[in-house]
């Protein structure tokens, strides 16, 4: 081999790149997220197809499922499956309502969309809302299980879902045409929208518990702000069921009393000054302020007989109150 | 293929029959000015105001009942089409005064097509209404806060329908009048036997929300005696506010 033929400078080989479709989701979500003008650019252009938009939506459900998850972590057991549900269903069923209302009066203001694009704006607002959420799951997690302070959970939850739900109809004034500047009707629709949610969340309480009859939803219709001046001032009908779960006297004692379990449950680990009556107890005054469930005897035993002792010991106790 | 073509060209259609459009409507204005085809166009929003309105109006009654939702149902297309077709003649008579050069036709495809604009508004609305009037606290003789809140809410809802049906109307007598013609002068006229006639009508044929304290009826047995301004100025400010 010559020294001229070792410098001569090789032709760059153009490798065949891997096509990448707009449409598939990690680029939509990527779009959603990283290049919010352009969606809106696409938006606007027609350019968004309706598989793409459902694409989104499906992403936003499965995403707002996880925050759910992470909400139901504060009080474990049967909330856990409850609130995954219970959030998609709340973003999927607010935006439906809303939906009609933002296409006619858009186009009413002179800044019509299509109802392909009007899918389209609403479902990648509902996408990067439920990102954000994602990305908050593990604090809310790590909140959830560590603390069990409820006015403080849903004051993070509501400051969360603010973050979110910000950004989200933020995408939406970009992608509208004119956007919230241009169109006064917007802030409007807004009000309207966050108003809906926030009533849809009532309707589908509680989402931190469970229903004092352990039931999906609590039966008792209530406004908004009801609910949240009652949640705040801690006088819900919620119980705090399957809060310390691990500790395995508590699950045996639930156990000895199977018709009633989240009643067992919420006698045992509710913490407030004046517990309510859960179905098959009456309160007796005496014991009110009494720490609900003591442990202290339990953690100084250790071996095989622990739990028996100590389901005993509960039980004697719960009895004769 | 021409079906497919056929349904895509009335969606499209559609919407701009609505005023769904960039130009809110422009060619329906164009339309008055020449006089074509006004009759067909005075049926379609007619159409529009029966069935947004009935739409909207099942939501008013559903918090109370069932029965009282299909009768509102009835009434609010009933209050919206008579308070149209009455004032129709004051609002002529009132355009002439003005030299605005409309004529009757003219006029009734104006303010039938207003009437449809908001009609369309509150149809887009209804999903909303119906989920509060479905989600709120039933119906307490001695508990008025449902009450008032759904009551609000249906006031924000009707007036921001009637800000986009004004807007329709405030439009088309900028395209349609003559030149000098008072616009605000005339405009305000019409919204003033429009709300004279209008909030009279819906007193008469209340109960629309239907207070707790009064049984589910098509219409209140002393529907025809005292009127709705006797109410508001003698009931609520002299003796309420007042104390008079």
């Known amino acids: ?321 | 293929m021409d079906s497919a073509h056929s349904q895509s060209g009335w969606r499209q259609r559609l919407p701009l029959s609505l005023g769904l459009d960039p130009q809110r409507g422009e060619e329906f204005f164009e339309r008055v000015a020449d006089r074509r085809q006004l009759a067909a166009a005075i049926g379609f929003s007619a159409v529009v105001v029966v069935l947004g309105s009935a739409g909207y109006g099942a939501t008013f009654g559903l918090w109370r009942s069932w029965t009282l939702a299909l009768y509102v149902a009835i009434k609010l297309p009933v209050l919206l089409v008579t308070t149209t077709s009455l004032v129709m003649l004051l609002n002529w008579m009132l355009a002439q005064l003005m030299n605005s050069g409309l004529r009757f036709v003219q006029i009734a495809a104006l303010t039938y097509r207003a009437m449809s604009t908001a009609s369309l508004v509150l149809a887009s609305l209804a999903p909303v209404a119906a989920f509060l009037a479905v989600t709120c606290p039933p119906p307490r003789p001695s508990d008025d806060l449902s009450h008032n809140v759904l009551l609000l809410a249906h006031v924000a809802f009707v007036g921001c329908a009637g800000v986009y049906g004004n807007s329709t109307v405030l439009r088309g007598l900028t395209r349609l009048c003559r030149p000098g013609t008072p616009i605000t002068r005339l405009y305000l006229s019409w919204l003033a036997s429009n709300a004279l006639v209008g909030c009279q009508l819906a007193w008469i044929l209340r109960p629309f929300l239907g207070s707790p304290n009064y049984p589910v009826a098509f219409l209140r047995h002393d529907a025809l005696e005292g009127n709705f301004f006797e109410f508001v100025f003698v009931t609520i400010v002299w003796k309420r506010l007042l104390g008079g």
């Open chain 1, 1 to 321: 081999m010559s020294h001229a033929e070792q410098i001569v400078p090789m032709s760059p080989v153009s490798l065949p790149e891997k096509e990448a479709t707009d449409f598939e989701p990690t680029n939509l979500l990527s779009l959603v997220l990283k290049a919010p003008r352009e969606f809106a650019d696409r938006v606007a252009h027609d350019r968004f197809d309706w598989r793409a938009s459902l694409t989104l939506l499906a992403a936003a459900l499965a995403f707002d499922s996880l925050y759910g998850l992470a909400m139901g972590a504060f009080a474990g057991g049967n909330t856990l499956w409850m609130t995954a549900l219970k959030v998609p269903l709340i973003a999927l069923a607010s935006l439906s309502l809303c939906a009609p209302s933002l296409y006619v009066l858009l186009g009413l203001s002179g800044s019509p969309v299509g109802l392909k694009q009007a899918v389209a704006v609403l479902s990648g607002a509902a996408c990067l809302t439920s990102m954000l959420l994602v990305g908050f799951a593990p604090v809310a997690w790590l909140f959830g299980v560590s603390t069990t302070n409820v006015q403080f959970m849903i004051v993070l939850h509501i400051a969360v879902c603010g973050i979110g739900v910000g950004y989200g109809l933020r995408l939406l004034g970009t992608s509208v045409p004119s956007g919230y500047g241009g169109n006064k009707v917007l802030i409007v629709w807004t009000t309207m929208f966050v108003m809906v949610c926030a009533q849809m969340l009532t309707h589908f309480r509680p989402l931190l518990t469970v229903a004092a009859d352990g039931t999906f939803r609590e039966d008792r219709k209530q406004f908004f702000f009801e609910h949240l001046i009652e949640s705040m001032t801690g006088r819900t009908n919620m119980v705090l069921a399957e809060r310390d779960a691990p500790r395995s006297a508590n699950r045996d004692l639930a156990e000895t009393v199977p018709d009633n379990a989240v009643a067992t449950a919420a006698y045992l680990l509710y913490d407030s000054e004046e517990p309510a009556e859960f179905p098959g107890h009456k309160k007796n005054p005496s014991d009110g302020a009494e720490p609900v469930a003591d442990f202290s005897e339990v953690a100084a035993i250790d071996g095989p007989e622990l739990d028996q002792r100590d389901a005993t010991t509960e039980s004697s106790g719960r009895s004769q109150r």
